[in-house]
């Protein structure tokens, strides 16, 4: 099972970037599809990207396309989640696991999670 610790968040102004890091233990890492995801105060924690186990293919929620980035390392186990020109609606809670590539639904276990808030 792939255990997983987020980090990278913190406080940013409307406009700026902050790079989440996500690392991997366990051996397979590198099979599996990593996705990210986030829960605002009071809402449903909702998808924000996935990419393959190759790294050849991702994909956005329609909120960020365009300003956030994901990539993999598979050497060092991580996965990471490059933010740009964040808004306040992008403040949350950010959270990383392994995914099923065909439906990005979640595997394993929840990390701890890393905050992100983006102020007006």
């Known amino acids: 099972q792939v255990r997983l610790v987020e980090s990278g968040g913190g406080l940013v102004q409307a406009g700026g970037s902050l790079r989440l890091s996500c690392a991997a233990s366990g051996r397979t890492f590198s099979t599996y599809a990593m996705g990210w995801f986030r829960q605002a105060p009071g809402k449903e924690r909702e998808f924000v990207a996935v990419i393959n186990w190759s790294g050849g293919s991702t994909d956005y929620a329609d909120s960020v396309k365009g300003r956030f980035t994901i990539s993999r390392d598979n050497a060092k186990n991580t996965v990471y989640l490059q933010m740009n020109s964040l808004k306040p609606e992008d403040t949350a809670v950010y959270y990383c696991?392994?995914?099923?590539?065909?439906?990005?639904?979640?595997?394993?276990?929840w990390g701890q999670g890393t905050q992100v808030t983006v102020s007006s």
């Open positions: 696991n392994a995914v099923y590539f065909s439906d990005y639904k979640p595997i394993g276990p």
